[in-house]
């Protein structure tokens, strides 16, 4: 259970920082920061799900609850639910976002000739 309890709490801390990274948008070149915020987030759920059945199977058959134990096991499963519900997994883009708004040299023009008209 210790060694949960410190994979849990050390997959906490990274997807947090990686969280506020994307937050505070900071300039990051060649590091791939939205597959390592998932795989920190599998990593954090897979240690949260496992440790709560852990917890709950040992505190059936020997009666002690280990209250901390089954708080920081919660605790993991909630930022992969908080990324699922406020940015929904299917919309992580690994891909380089291309911005065509940035374009001075070439800007982009809206073309009215294709617009319907009813």
Do not use: H, W
Not at 1 to 19: A, D, K, T, Y
């Amino acid at each position: 259970m210790r060694i949960l309890g410190i994979i849990g709490q050390v997959s906490l801390l990274l997807s947090l920082f990686i969280m506020l990274g994307f937050e505070f948008s900071f300039p990051v070149t060649g590091i791939p920061s939205a597959f390592i915020l998932l795989c920190t987030l599998t990593i954090s759920f897979l240690t949260g799900v496992i440790g709560l059945t852990v917890g709950f199977i040992y505190s059936l058959k020997s009666g002690a609850r280990k209250a901390e134990f089954i708080a920081l096991m919660g605790a993991c499963i909630i930022p992969i639910t908080l990324v699922q519900v406020t940015l929904g997994l299917q919309n992580i883009s690994f891909a380089e976002v291309n911005d065509i708004t940035t374009n001075i040299e070439n800007p982009p023009v809206y073309d009215q000739s294709r617009e319907r008209r009813f």
